[in-house]
Nanobody, 121 residues
Framework: QVQLVESGGNLVQAGGSLRLSCAAS????????MGWYRQAPGKQRELVAG???????NYADSVEGRFTISRDNTKNTVYLQMNSLKPEDTGAYYC???????????????WGQGTQVTVSS
């Protein structure tokens, strides 16, 4: 089985910073794209940032210039550095990964359980 475990969520004041981590474990041959999504109360889950295995990144317009996504392929881990946080960044942050469990198998998407980020004004 495969697990994605997020950590790093917390309560922080506006203007502050947090760093989220997500480690994938279990039966993993390789990981393609990884990403972070967030869901605010009463809203749909949205993509925050994504990163390819080779390091190509993309960001939501609302976080461009403030958030940085990175990954360590040797540790099967993806990070999200969040700076200049705003109250509208509040939500549950979920890790997503496109994982190949064995050579020859098609990739499967996995989700973490989420970590809460709350930004106070």
């Amino acid at each position: 089985q495969v697990q994605l475990v997020e950590s790093g969520g917390n309560l922080v004041q506006a203007g502050g910073s947090l760093r989220l981590s997500c480690a994938a474990s279990g039966s993993i041959f390789s990981i393609n794209a990884m990403g972070w999504y967030r869901q605010a109360p009463g809203k749909q889950r949205e993509l925050v940032a994504g990163i390819s295995r080779g390091g190509l990144t993309n960001y939501a317009d609302s976080v461009e210039g403030r958030f940085t996504i990175s990954r360590d392929n040797t540790k099967n881990t993806v990070y999200l550095q969040m700076n200049s946080l705003k109250p509208e960044d509040t939500g549950a942050y979920y890790c997503n990964a496109d994982i190949i469990r064995r050579l020859g198998l098609a990739p499967t998407q996995y989700w973490g359980q989420g970590t809460q980020v709350t930004v106070s004004s």
